[in-house]
């Protein structure tokens, strides 16, 4: 599921299923916590990514 190479849309994507999957009824403790660090871990990769491109944009705008 998670992976270095993922794109921010990917990440994105999956950590939008996380959400969707923590406010599920049918859900255990373990599952949700299993969810909610994967989650966390795409939040972060999420973060990076876009850290990343304003760095980039910084860079360029000054240019």
Same mark, same amino acid.
């Not at 406010?23 to 969810?35: F, Q, T, V």
């Given at each position: 599921?998670?992976? =270095?190479?993922? *794109?921010? $849309? /990917?990440?994105? @994507? +999956?950590?939008?299923?996380? +959400? @969707? +999957?923590?406010?599920? =009824?049918?859900? !255990?403790?373990? $599952? +949700?916590? &299993?969810?909610?660090?994967?989650? *966390?871990?795409? %939040?972060?990769?999420?973060?990076?990514?876009?850290? $990343?491109?304003?760095?980039?944009? /910084?860079? %360029? !705008? &000054? /240019?």
């Amino acid at each position: 599921m998670i992976n =270095d190479n993922m *794109t921010f $849309e /990917e990440a994105l @994507s +999956a950590l939008e299923k996380a +959400a @969707s +999957a923590l406010r599920g =009824d049918n859900i !255990s403790l373990e $599952e +949700a916590m &299993k969810i909610f660090e994967d989650g *966390t871990v795409l %939040y972060n990769k999420c973060r990076q990514i876009l850290d $990343e491109a304003k760095q980039k944009i /910084e860079i %360029y !705008s &000054k /240019e």
